[in-house]
């Protein structure tokens, strides 16, 4: 080894270390609850950089010298090239038509299912909408699509007074019965 090098111990010893002080203090962004360092990876940067001048504008300043030093080409570096998540996606809130539908489909020769769909579009929670069919008529209920409630037994029938009773925002106007449906 050169007298240069530090030796593992070195290295991993523990406790404080020279040209620091404690407690360390970490800033954190109001717009993305992130640390600031991390806020040019956040979709809504200019946010954080609005946040960072009006709250903070030391750091502000920092990362505005930090931004003006580098080159043109570390726009490539922060864009992640392959695999992982990469950069969070903003998801748009379309505007779809709030109705529920209720349908029964068989399971097996005498049995059938009730299946509900459209509470996601009333944003109603689906795994405690079926924990509360599954209470209420006293059989099994499960949430097996992105917006589908499967109820086992025929309860269709029942369900036009349940949901509006459980949720005063749905009118039973906006209730719609497919009848019988093949899954």
């Known amino acids: 080894m050169s007298e240069n090098s530090i030796s593992p111990a070195e290295r991993l010893k523990l406790g404080p270390r020279e040209g620091i002080t404690y407690p360390l203090m970490v ?34 300043e920092r990362v505005k010298l930090e931004e ?18 990469g950069l969070m996606k903003i998801k748009k809130k379309e505007e779809v038509t709030k109705r529920i539908t209720l349908s029964r489909a068989p399971r097996g020769k005498k ?19 079926a924990k509360f069919f599954g209470t209420k008529f006293a059989c099994g209920s499960s949430v097996t699509g992105e917006d589908e409630i499967v109820i ?22 906006l209730i719609e019965d497919l009848g019988d449906q093949k899954r």
Request: proline share 5%; glycine share 8%; with cysteine.
């Open 27 to 60: 800033k954190y962004c109001g717009n993305c609850s992130m640390p600031i360092e991390y806020c040019e990876y956040y979709p809504e940067y200019e946010k954080c950089k609005a946040w960072l001048e009006k709250n903070l504008p030391e750091q502000f």
């Open 68 to 85: 003006e030093t580098g080159d043109g080409g570390d726009d490539d570096k922060k864009r992640q090239k392959r695999g992982g998540k």
């Open 111 to 129: 049995k059938s299912v009730t299946v509900v769909t459209g509470l996601h579009t009333f944003e109603i929670d689906l795994k405690v909408a």
């Open 152 to 173: 086992q037994g025929d309860v269709k029938d029942d369900l036009f007074d349940v949901i509006p009773d459980k949720w005063p925002e749905i009118d039973v106007d």
